[in-house]
């Protein structure tokens, strides 16, 4: 089994759609969660943290399921721009997992 | 907000040849960072942590002779691929955590595409 699974993709939307992706991680030790946004070729940026009481950031909302070890990002009112693979990383000290990342396509 | 340099960006070499890529933090010490491989439509796969003054330390499976990796002041990680063959062909990007950053953020370089003729 993958340290960190998530959703295949590609998820092609149209824009202000609202899309949900889903990530689970095998390490219950796991500290801390994140998504990241990593655009074609490009190295991945940190979109956010994610926090056990859930975390909004304008159209993005975070949730955790530490009991149930699952993570999900919530984008709202897609836009354009916001077409890339999302990454969710789980990490444990220094030790950073990637999932294989959900490609994220939104049309006009 | 803190900056990791990676250079070359990009590089095409011949089969047998090695090639080191730099990893620079522009605006802080890195006391640790990361050097990952991507192959397309992959996640990134950890290939080793570099700690300033002392060794890697490698995944399983990444050899370390192969994977030279130095790390030897605390705005500098080299990586050497030695002796590179088609196979290494992929897409390297370094990161680095930070003294006085948040230990929640890794900062990641623009990665260095590597291809082995």
């Known amino acids: 089994r993958k340290e960190v699974e998530q959703d295949p993709g590609p998820f092609n939307v149209p824009e202000g759609a609202t899309v949900a992706f889903n990530c689970t991680y095998s390490n219950s030790a796991s500290q801390s969660f994140f998504w990241y946004r990593q655009d074609c070729r490009k190295e991945p940026k940190l979109l956010m943290s994610v926090y056990s009481s859930g975390n909004e950031d304008g159209r993005f909302t975070a949730q955790l399921n530490r009991a149930s070890q699952y993570i999900s990002l919530l984008i709202r009112d897609s836009k354009l721009s916001d077409s890339a693979t999302y990454l969710c990383v789980v990490r444990n000290n220094n030790d950073m997992r990637f999932g294989a990342g959900t490609r994220l396509t939104v049309k006009p | 907000g803190a900056v990791v340099s990676q250079h070359p960006s990009r590089v095409i070499c011949k089969s047998g040849t090695s090639v080191k890529i730099e990893c620079r933090s522009l605006?802080?010490?890195?006391?640790?960072m990361f050097w990952y491989r991507q192959f397309p439509k992959q996640s990134l796969m950890l290939m080793a942590t570099s700690n300033e003054g002392s060794k890697a330390t490698y995944e399983q499976g990444v050899e370390k002779d192969k994977f030279l990796i130095n790390h030897a002041s605390l705005t500098l990680s080299t990586l050497t691929v030695t002796s590179a063959h088609p196979e290494d062909s992929s897409f390297y990007i370094c990161s680095a955590l930070g003294q006085g950053l948040s230990t929640d953020t890794q900062y990641f370089g623009p990665g260095t595409r590597l291809t082995v003729l």
């Open positions: 605006d802080f010490q890195a006391t640790t």
